[in-house]
């Protein structure tokens, strides 16, 4: 999740930022309330193990002393601080669970932001339309994120380490999926649940070829048309 390397030097500084010189009774000073950083690229460094290359940094709050210090998503969760969500203690797995769903809340946020730049660009009023249903919803119907991954391929949007969620419950959104040119389900089928990607074959779709390149002669024949 991040490049901290807690251990026992972070223990050591951690003890010294607190007013308890045990570990426990130390860390039971700390807490993360909500406060998080993202600096859109790995620049920062965590305050707590001094590690560099984090994008994101959480700041965690000692009650006691009122220190405050800017931490990595791995010496946050690697140290066990206390999280909070609405004021309420968090268990780890809950803990953890948050801090990724804040980080991936930043990455697709971070990503939408350039869509958006995308439609003014271009006047792209489908793109549009796609963000604006995400931005209500989200989630993507296969149409409209056949559209969305259209954009982030054309303009080489990073998108690895972002999970868009794409609806296929409903039997509007299977006809849509069933409508799709096979080739244009590929460009989000990385983005499909296992269970999607059984569904996307029983409406007629197959799996994306394993070379790169057999991929993009299927796709370069329709990189200028919509359904």
Request: aromatic share 8%; proline share 4%; charged share 20%.
């Given at each position: 999740?991040?490049?901290?390397?807690?251990?026992?030097?972070?223990?050591?500084?951690?003890?010294?930022?607190?007013?308890?010189?045990?570990?426990?009774?130390?860390?039971?000073?700390?807490?993360?309330?909500?406060?998080?950083?993202?600096?859109?690229?790995?620049?920062?460094?965590?305050?707590?193990?001094?590690?560099?290359?984090q994008?994101?940094?959480?700041?965690?709050?000692?009650?006691?002393?009122?220190?405050?210090?800017?931490?990595?998503?791995?010496?946050?969760?690697?140290?066990?601080?206390?999280?909070?969500?609405?004021?309420?203690?968090?268990?780890?797995?809950?803990?953890?669970?948050?801090?990724?769903?804040?980080?991936?809340g930043?990455?697709?946020?971070?990503?939408?932001?350039?869509?958006?730049?995308?439609?003014?660009?271009?006047?792209?009023?489908?793109?549009?339309?796609?963000?604006?249903?995400?931005?209500q919803?989200?989630?993507?119907?296969?149409?409209?994120?056949?559209?969305?991954?259209?954009?982030?391929?054309?303009?080489?949007?990073?998108?690895?380490?972002?999970?868009?969620?794409?609806?296929?419950?409903?039997?509007?959104?299977?006809?849509?999926?069933?409508?799709?040119?096979?080739?244009?389900?590929?460009?989000?089928?990385?983005?499909?649940?296992?269970?999607?990607?059984?569904?996307?074959?029983?409406?007629?779709?197959?799996?994306?070829?394993?070379?790169?390149?057999?991929?993009?002669?299927?796709?370069?024949?329709?990189?200028?048309?919509?359904?």
């Amino acid at each position: 999740m991040s490049n901290c390397h807690p251990g026992p030097r972070t223990e050591q500084t951690l003890l010294e930022l607190s007013t308890k010189n045990q570990r426990i009774e130390a860390l039971s000073e700390w807490a993360y309330t909500g406060f998080c950083q993202d600096y859109e690229g790995p620049i920062a460094y965590c305050e707590l193990c001094k590690s560099s290359h984090q994008r994101f940094r959480f700041r965690v709050d000692n009650m006691h002393n009122r220190r405050r210090i800017w931490v990595g998503a791995g010496c946050l969760l690697g140290h066990a601080f206390r999280v909070e969500k609405d004021g309420i203690a968090l268990n780890q797995q809950a803990a953890e669970s948050h801090i990724h769903d804040t980080i991936q809340g930043f990455i697709r946020d971070g990503i939408v932001a350039r869509l958006l730049v995308v439609v003014m660009r271009d006047t792209n009023e489908l793109l549009a339309e796609a963000l604006v249903h995400y931005q209500q919803t989200g989630h993507l119907t296969p149409h409209h994120a056949a559209i969305f991954f259209d954009a982030i391929e054309r303009d080489r949007i990073d998108t690895t380490q972002a999970r868009f969620h794409i609806y296929l419950r409903r039997q509007t959104d299977q006809a849509e999926m069933r409508s799709l040119a096979t080739w244009r389900v590929w460009r989000f089928w990385h983005a499909l649940t296992p269970a999607q990607q059984k569904q996307a074959c029983e409406l007629g779709h197959r799996p994306p070829p394993n070379s790169h390149e057999a991929l993009r002669q299927h796709q370069i024949k329709g990189t200028c048309s919509y359904p």
